[in-house]
Each structure stands twice: as structure tokens, then as C-alpha cells.
């Protein structure tokens, strides 16, 4: 029995979080299993299909805990208030909505996009000179002659956090995903991203290691850093369809055996556990020494224009991974618990650090596992 005990513990708790797969027979939820918006959304929302269409793809983009912050009012006919919910902040890790922006940013990469391929050009208003304003930006649209847009990137978008290559990114696949594209850019007062790529075995590739190591130890012995996340874990297959946001088993990569065991015997009060942060950091360290390397982004300032033209930069950036089959993962937790220009002093850079993303070669690319809340949940008329 006591064998049963520490083989099942290891399991859950060790192999688990390393996202190693033991029996794929055991299959969780995934984004598939849930319904799309039905026409009665439409009808109460007052939006046509087409728009519809245009803000679920929107809604496909990354964001913290997978929290999807945004939200979208409609003004009147062709004009959208692009916002957030208060519901949806990440006090603990990201009390300067640092973090929550730079989601709103991806979300509205992937609107202009989606607008673009159906014939509509967005215009878009900074409105919030603060961090902390609910009403974001304005979004007007004017018709224009449809684009060719990637929406099939927009839908296959994934985050991997582990497989990964130890193999150096080549330095033509790392121009391909990091040139910026000035037609792309609708925020054109904000100046371009600075990208500075570290191969993982040299002298800067081991001190991101450490450092996101040793922030990762901070974070996850942070009780209210921890007790944030377990709220935003969704362990069952019941909190899945309910919340239609968050964590789940799938998205961290848990699969078989180990993902049905969390799934029935894992909660919030689990997270706090002392083995469960360890094990945490032991999984941070084995992820930070496999890969083939380090992209560190910094900007100018961290106002409010500059953190959605970031998240903006950073989708286009998601969306064309892929196609140099390369594994993208962001690891924030030194720039949460440091901040943005502590850490770029610390790695002898100017500016403020937005994103430290792992990089790596992948053999193959999973279909997006991550649930989706919809439309009708984050838009008013």
C-alpha cells in the first residue's frame, strides 16, 4: 500500500509537472469540447456573424493564468470599446495591470486581423492614460477591400512548455519571427520592439536560468502569489465548462494517468501544499536547462500605449513560431517579482524587460488545448 501511495504521489505531483505523458487513453478537456457562440448570442448581442467571428478569433490570444481580462462594449454600429474586468486582475503577480495590458494588446492584434480578412479596417484610440481605466481604447471600423490574414495561425496558437530542442535557433528562422512589420503596426507612435536573443549555454542564457529559477522559488513560497494561481486552476473537467477560463490539467501539459488523477483528487488547497511548490521549482529548473534559447523584449517605458503595442507585437510574434516549427514560452516571474527596469539593469540592458520567453525547436506542434469563454461572456450592448 504504501508503494500504491508514493507511486500515485510521484505521479500526480512529480511527473505531472513535468508534463510527461503516461497513457494517452486518459484524455481531459480541451477547447473543442466546449459549444461555439449560437445565433440566440448573436441576436441578444446585436452583432452580426461576421463580427462575432471577429471577436472569437480575437479572443484566441495568450494572456496571463489564461485569464482572458478583456472586455467589449459596443457603442454603436462599427464602434467598440475595448476594456477589461476588474474580476480578472492579477493583484498578487501583476498589481500594475502590466501584465493584464499587454493581453488587452494580443486580443487586438488578433481583432485587426480578423477584421482585415473580413473586409474592415480598425481604427484604434488610446483612451486610458492609466493602467488602472477600465475603458481601454476605442475601435472604429470603416469598410475596405478584404485581406489575406493568417486566421488559421490565429486558431492553431499555441503556448508549449515543454519537448523542446537544445539546438540553437538559427539565425534566419529567429529574423523571420522577430522582423517587425510596420503595416502591421496600427499603434505607429510607440517605437519598435527591441529583441535580444541568448543561446542557452552561453554566459547570459545561464544567468536567465538562474534568475528565473530563483524567481520562480520567490514566487511559488509567496502566499499570495500562490493562492492567486490556485484560484485560476481549473482541476476538473466540471470547472473547465463552467469557468471556460484558466489552467487546466491539458494546457500544463498533464496528460494520462497523472491528468486524471488531478483531475479527481487535486483543488485550489493542493496548490498550497509545501511538495507542490517544490515541485514546481524542480520543474521550472529541468524546462529553464532544455531549450535553445532565450528572446528578451524591452521597451522604452511601460504607459499604457507602449505595454498594448508590446502585446500586439508579441501575437505577431506567436502567430509565426509556428512556422519555423519553433516552441515559444514566456516565463515572467523575474520581471513580476523584480520589475521591469530592475531586471534590465540586472541583465545590463537600458529600458524596462516586457517579456523573457524560452525558445526552442519542437518535432511537432499539439492542436491548442486552452479553454475559451464565450463571446457573449465578455461583450455588452
Same mark, same amino acid.
Given at each position: 500500500m504504501e508503494t500504491r501511495r508514493e507511486f500515485l504521489r510521484f505521479?500526480?505531483?512529480?511527473?505531472? %509537472?513535468?508534463?510527461?505523458p503516461i497513457m494517452t487513453g486518459c484524455s481531459g478537456v480541451r477547447r473543442d469540447d466546449l459549444s461555439r457562440p449560437t445565433q440566440?448570442?448573436?441576436?441578444?448581442?446585436?452583432?452580426?456573424?461576421?463580427?462575432?467571428?471577429?471577436?472569437?478569433?480575437?479572443?484566441?490570444?495568450?494572456?496571463?493564468?489564461?485569464?482572458?481580462?478583456?472586455?467589449?462594449r459596443v457603442a454603436d454600429d462599427g464602434h467598440w470599446i475595448i476594456g477589461y474586468n476588474r474580476s480578472f486582475q492579477l493583484p498578487a503577480v501583476d498589481p500594475d495591470n502590466r501584465e493584464l495590458l499587454l493581453s488587452i494588446g494580443a486580443f487586438m492584434e488578433n481583432m485587426v486581423t480578423a477584421a482585415r480578412a473580413s473586409g474592415l479596417e480598425a481604427q484604434i484610440e488610446v483612451v486610458a492614460s492609466r493602467p488602472t481605466e477600465e475603458e481601454i481604447a476605442l475601435?472604429?471600423?470603416?469598410?475596405?477591400?478584404?485581406?489575406?490574414?493568417p486566421l488559421d495561425r490565429i486558431k492553431r496558437r499555441r503556448t508549449i512548455r515543454n519537448g523542446f530542442s537544445t539546438e540553437e535557433i538559427r539565425a534566419e528562422d529567429l529574423r523571420y519571427v522577430t522582423r517587425h512589420d510596420e503595416e502591421a503596426c496600427v499603434l505607429t507612435a510607440v517605437p519598435s520592439p527591441h529583441a535580444f536573443y541568448y543561446p542557452n549555454n552561453s554566459k547570459m542564457g545561464k544567468t536567465l536560468q538562474e534568475?528565473?529559477?530563483?524567481?520562480?522559488?520567490?514566487?511559488?513560497?509567496?502566499?499570495?502569489?500562490?493562492?492567486?494561481l490556485s484560484r485560476w486552476i481549473r482541476w476538473s473537467r466540471k470547472d473547465a465548462g463552467v469557468n471556460r477560463n484558466g489552467l487546466t490539467p491539458e494546457s500544463m501539459e498533464i496528460n494520462g494517468v497523472a491528468r486524471w488523477y488531478v483531475s479527481n483528487f487535486y483543488d485550489a488547497a493542493s496548490v498550497l501544499k509545501k511538495d507542490f511548490r517544490q515541485r514546481t521549482v524542480d520543474t521550472v529548473a529541468?524546462?529553464?536547462?532544455?531549450?535553445?534559447?532565450?528572446?528578451?523584449?524591452?521597451?522604452?517605458?511601460?504607459?499604457?500605449?507602449?505595454?498594448?503595442?508590446?502585446? %500586439?507585437?508579441?501575437?505577431?510574434?506567436?502567430?509565426?513560431v509556428r512556422d519555423r516549427m519553433i516552441g515559444l514560452h514566456p516565463m515572467t516571474q523575474m520581471i513580476e517579482e523584480q520589475g521591469p527596469s530592475?531586471?534590465?539593469?540586472?541583465?545590463?540592458?537600458?529600458?524596462?524587460?516586457?517579456?523573457?520567453?524560452? %525558445?526552442?525547436?519542437?518535432?511537432?506542434?499539439?492542436?491548442?488545448?486552452?479553454?475559451?469563454?464565450?463571446?457573449a461572456w465578455f461583450v455588452t450592448s
Open positions: 505521479a500526480a505531483a512529480g511527473l505531472i %509537472m513535468a508534463g510527461a440566440w448570442m448573436e441576436q441578444i448581442l446585436g452583432l452580426g456573424k461576421n463580427e462575432m467571428e471577429i471577436l472569437y478569433l480575437a479572443s484566441l490570444a495568450p494572456s496571463g493564468h489564461n485569464l482572458q481580462p478583456w472586455s467589449v475601435v472604429r471600423f470603416r469598410k475596405t477591400k478584404p485581406v489575406a490574414s534568475g528565473v529559477i530563483e524567481a520562480n522559488r520567490t514566487q511559488a513560497f509567496r502566499d499570495p502569489a500562490q493562492e492567486e529541468r524546462q529553464v536547462r532544455s531549450c535553445g534559447g532565450w528572446l528578451v523584449v524591452t521597451s522604452l517605458d511601460s504607459e499604457v500605449p507602449t505595454l498594448l503595442a508590446y502585446g %500586439m507585437a508579441f501575437e505577431r510574434l506567436c502567430l509565426k530592475n531586471v534590465a539593469a540586472s541583465l545590463g540592458l537600458t529600458g524596462q524587460v516586457q517579456w523573457i520567453m524560452r %525558445m526552442g525547436y519542437v518535432p511537432s506542434y499539439p492542436p491548442p488545448v486552452s479553454l475559451r469563454r464565450p463571446v
